[in-house]
């Protein structure tokens, strides 16, 4: 029970960044528009922006995922069942 709570805080932790992470990207990526449009930046590094946003996303949805299977795993140490992921060591 122990190690499926730990492992519920650190996917909450990783949660929380990669939500800070997407919201950070994304002010960048509005910064480069606005840099775009005024002609003091390149597209590529727009481009280049919005590939990194698309990664955080991704990130950010596989801790989500990694929460999902904890919130599982909790409920089946409560009914007495062995979790579904194996002990981080």
């Known amino acids: ?3 499926v709570l730990t492992r519920r805080q650190q996917a909450l ?14 002010e960048k990526v ?3 528009s606005f840099e775009l449009n005024a002609g003091a930046a390149e597209l ?3 481009l280049g922006s919005t ?3 698309a990664e955080a ?3 950010g949805r596989k801790s989500l ?7 599982i795993d909790l409920f089946r140490v409560l009914r007495g069942a062995e979790p579904t992921t194996p002990p981080q060591s």
């Not at 932790?13 to 990207?25: D, M, P, Q, S």
């Not at 995922?65 to 919130?71: A, P, S, T, V």
């Open 1 to 3: 029970m122990a190690g």
């Open 44 to 46: 590529t590094a727009l």
């Open 57 to 59: 996303d991704a990130a």
């Open 30 to 32: 509005r910064r480069l």
């Open 65 to 71: 995922d990694e929460l999902q299977q904890n919130r």
């Open 13 to 26: 932790g990783h949660v929380r960044n990669e939500i800070e992470r997407v919201a950070l990207v994304q």
């Open 51 to 53: 590939i990194r946003i």
